[in-house]
């Protein structure tokens, strides 16, 4: 499908106005050219039950959702639209956006009609695809590309993306794993797994409640993991205590975990990001995989700062591995800047 490229640059300059969107599982990224990220936030939203009919009204977004998330009154429902990069429920994320572009906007100009690049994983169905488009488009973008989320993030990590030489992006997010090979402004190589950051809070849950007996929300296994989690066994210990409920009693408590323990519990989520950055290895094209034994590999998305991540890859894969800079708005930052300034070929819109 065709580049963003306007028809009428002049006119839309002065009156559209180009947005990138990073629609993520874990985080919403609204980036504009001229106000940079204009809205981080959680990708949450929360509903309050109007009527005994069933209507809703959107009760918060964002953080304030965030925090009702498992805390919510019964009149009020917290929900995350995304799963796995994608649209789990389409009308809670349509309002989600339409809420986030409220917010975001910074002057008036951005009130006009603003047309979208929004960031989509390499994996994502034609179904899930069209679902996204319209989910902008309802919340007011007069058209909107998509753009892989590994070639947003190698822009925004500062890659040589449009140069003939191979570079490998890894970004870890909530909900997925992208790694893509990219040469001369497009994609080479891209693969995307459903695992990320939602797995490893998962994996420590199952972990804990097998381990102790103690069962602990999603948001605290989070917490831990971004407080003491390590890809690593051999660091020096250290400790963190998480309060869950007792599988056997039910009443609270409270249990000291180490780095140690969160290696072991996400060691499974682990090896598949490492088995998929390995299926890129063997199939991507052989003068770029020397290009990238040469360069390394850059990590973006908030997965990227796992403790002690880049060792673990570098020990299983023997390469360069660096966590880019800002890992976290490097896709947004990617798409905005790749929509702007045309650095990519056609094929990496649609
Ligand atoms: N310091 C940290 N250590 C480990 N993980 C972290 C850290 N900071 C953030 N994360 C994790 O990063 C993930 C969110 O990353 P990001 O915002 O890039 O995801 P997303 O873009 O919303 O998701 P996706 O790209 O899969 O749709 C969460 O799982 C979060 O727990
Ligand atoms: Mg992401």
């Known amino acids: 499908m065709a580049r963003p490229t306007p028809h009428y640059p002049l006119f839309d300059r002065l009156f559209r106005h180009s947005v990138a969107v990073d629609l993520g599982t874990a985080n919403t990224l609204i980036y504009t050219d001229n106000g940079g990220i204009v809205l981080n936030e959680p990708s949450v939203v929360a509903f309050q039950k109007e009527s005994a009919a069933g209507q809703k009204r959107v009760a918060a977004v964002g953080t304030e959702a965030r925090q009702l998330l498992g805390r919510a009154p019964s009149n009020v ?8 990069g994608v ?14 572009v409220v917010m975001a906007r910074p002057r008036p100009l951005f009130s006009r009609r603003a047309a979208f690049t929004l960031c989509v994983p390499a994996g994502a169905t034609q179904v899930e695809r069209r679902a996204i488009k319209e989910a902008a488009v309802a919340a007011g973008a007069w058209k909107v590309s998509l753009i892989g989320e590994s070639l947003a993030s190698a822009v925004g990590a500062g890659l040589p993306v449009s140069e003939a030489v191979g570079s490998m992006v890894v970004d870890i997010g909530g909900g997925t ?4 090979v990219i040469s001369l402004g497009g994609l080479a190589y891209s693969g995307s797994i459903r695992v990320g ?3 490893f809070d998962m994996a420590i849950v199952s972990y804990v409640r097998n381990l102790y007996g103690v069962l602990l929300g999603e948001q605290t296994a989070e917490h831990v993991k971004k407080g003491i989690g390590s890809a690593v066994r051999d660091v020096p210990v250290e400790h963190m205590n998480a309060t869950g409920r007792s599988v056997e009693d039910g009443l609270p408590r409270t249990v000291q975990l180490s ?11 682990l090896r598949q990001v490492i088995g998929a950055v390995k299926r890129a290895l063997e199939s991507a094209p052989a003068e770029l995989v020397t290009d990238i034994a040469h360069s390394g590999i850059v990590l973006t998305g908030g997965g ?11 020990n299983e894969l023997g390469l360069d591995v660096r966590v880019a800079d800002e890992p976290l708005t490097c896709a947004v930052r990617g798409a905005g800047a790749a929509a702007a300034a045309g650095l990519l070929d056609d094929s990496a819109y649609e």
């Open 259 to 269: 780095n140690h323990d969160i290696a072991d519990a996400i060691d499974g989520p």
């Open 77 to 84: 429902e917290a929900v995350r639209p995304m799963r796995h």
């Open 304 to 314: 990227a700062l796992l403790g002690n991540l880049g060792r673990r890859l570098t």
């Open 177 to 180: 794993t992208e790694v893509g």
């Open 87 to 100: 649209i789990a429920n389409f009308s809670a994320a349509e309002q989600m956006i339409r809420q986030f």
């Open 197 to 199: 950051g939602d797995s």
